[in-house]
């Protein structure tokens, strides 16, 4: 089990990328936006640069839903390679059967 203030800051990420999503996404419309005059492409660049770093969605980490591991997780599911076996294994993951051959 991950420890609860890593995985809390990750939510707190999360939630602040959803918060920032829309502006961020018109301000780098406007960034890139060749019509606009370059001072208002550079200012469009100023206002980017002040959004919380936290914001942004490359900060926010991949987690399992269950135990808060950082690594080895399945997007599909959202959970980590430990927890996704046992699930599957308890039958509680539906159409996901163990390999035999």
Do not use: H
């Not at 602040?16 to 001072?39: C, G, I, W």
């Amino acid at each position: 089990m991950a420890k609860r203030s890593v995985v809390e800051r990750n939510k707190k990420r999360q939630r602040l990328a959803d918060k920032y999503a829309a502006k961020r996404k018109a301000l780098k419309a406007a960034a890139k936006d060749e019509s606009l005059s370059p001072e208002e492409r550079f200012n469009a660049r100023l206002k980017l640069a002040q959004l919380p770093r936290n914001s942004s969605p490359a900060r926010v980490r991949l987690r399992c839903q269950l135990t808060g591991r950082p690594r080895g997780n399945y997007r599909k599911f959202r959970l980590s390679r430990i927890a996704l076996r046992d699930l599957a294994s308890a039958g509680q993951i539906p159409g996901m059967v163990k390999s035999s051959w």
